[in-house]
C-alpha cells in the first residue's frame, strides 16, 4: 500500500507559475506509473499527466502541453508536476494518483489517490 500527500497549490494570477508535488510511503514507489488529475467545482474529475515508472513514458492532456511538465524523483519517492503559463480554467483540486499498470489517462486505473491540493488562477 502507498499513501500519497500533494503539496504546492496556491492562489496566483494568471501566467504565474506553479510546482506541484506528491509525496509517497514506502520503498515501492519505483513499482508505480503516477498520474496527476484534477477537478474543477461542478466538473468531473479529469487527466492531467501521467508518468511510467521509470519515467521513460508521460502523457498530457492536450490543453496544458507545453505549459505542463510531469517529472519524478524516485529516489525521493516523489512525482512533480510544473505549471507554467497558468490560466484560470486550470483552476481546480489537483489529485496525485498510483497506478501498478502502465501510465493510463484512465482514472479507474489508479489504485491510490492523495487527499488533493488547491489551485486557484485568478484573471
Known amino acids: 500500500q502507498v499513501q500519497l500527500v500533494e503539496s504546492g497549490g496556491g492562489l496566483v494570477q494568471a501566467d504565474d507559475s506553479l510546482r506541484l508535488s506528491c509525496a509517497a510511503s514506502?520503498?515501492?514507489?519505483?513499482?508505480?506509473?503516477m498520474g496527476w488529475f484534477r477537478q474543477a467545482p461542478g466538473k468531473e474529475r479529469e487527466f492531467v499527466a501521467a508518468?511510467?515508472?521509470?519515467?521513460?513514458?508521460?502523457y498530457q492532456i492536450d490543453s496544458v502541453k507545453g505549459r505542463f511538465t510531469i517529472s519524478r524523483d524516485n529516489a525521493k519517492n516523489t512525482v512533480y508536476l510544473q505549471m507554467n503559463i497558468l490560466k484560470p480554467e486550470d483552476t481546480a483540486v489537483y489529485y496525485c494518483a498510483a497506478s501498478l499498470r502502465s501510465p493510463s489517462r484512465d482514472l479507474n486505473s489508479y489504485d491510490y489517490w492523495g487527499q488533493g491540493t488547491q489551485v486557484t488562477v485568478s484573471s
Open positions: 514506502g520503498r515501492t514507489f519505483r513499482s508505480y506509473a
Open positions: 508518468i511510467s515508472q521509470y519515467g521513460g513514458t508521460t
